[in-house]
């Protein structure tokens, strides 16, 4: 009786057992993989610093008819020399410059490009730069704008480019913001017999931008000397100041364009 009641123990014992293996198998923990004692720790991905927005790095140089071709508000990189300043000032701390730029195949405006006092200084009409910024359209007129600038060997002064056969005419806009030159033009009546008005409406005074219609044929077209470009006590501006209705002139400038072109005017010469 006993070894039948030992036999009873020893296979009630051997149930438990392959019972416990059988649970085992069904709810064993997942046991993370192993590392190779050599592997190397994981390391954060790195993101790259993001270039600011008015500084596109290591981009070629684009030509002129490339630039042109370049959508709005893409970046573009060009290579010109500064040909006249329109001005300088700081904005949010930092400097800016407005510039008239040109090499031998087209012309840049650039607007409120970043650049410090000191290289405004050193900024002589024919400085070549580099210029990396993006291209933007206002009222027309096309330009550089969040642009940095990089004084660089090199050097080019632009002679006017004659349009007197394109006067009033869409061309013109084939010449846009280079130095160009009218021949034989007339003074027209500004309103109440005046030959220049301060501001375009006429509301300003002395020191603001002067305003003053030009005809040749049939056509008038309205120039503009810009007082950041050319201030009150700079030639052109005494000149215009001086003009009469009915005077023949000619007039150099640089071919800007709002809603049209509008020259900025830099020198008036009365024939």
Known sequence: MKNLKKLAMVLMSMLLVFALIGCGDD?????????PADAPAEQPVETPAE?????PADAAVMSYDEFMAAELDTPVTVETYVQAKQSWWEKDGKGVATLYTQNEDGAYFLYNAACSKEDYDKLAVG????????KAEWSGE???????IEIVDGSYVAKPVDLTDSFGSEDLIKNQNQLVAFKGLTVADKGEGAAFAYNYDGSGSDGDDLYFDVTLGDKTVTFVVESYLCDKDSDVYNAVKNLKVGDTIDVEGFMYWYEGPQLHTTSVTVK
């Not at 709810?27 to 590392?35: D, L, S």
């Not at 270039?51 to 500084?55: G, H, K, L």
Request: glycine fraction near 4%; aromatic fraction near 4%; charged fraction near 30%.
């Open 142 to 148: 096309v330009e550089i704008v969040d642009a940095t």
């Open 127 to 134: 400085t070549k730069i580099l210029v990396n910024g993006f």
């Open 27 to 35: 709810k064993a923990p997942e046991q993370p993989a192993e590392t």
């Open 51 to 55: 270039e600011p927005a008015d500084a």
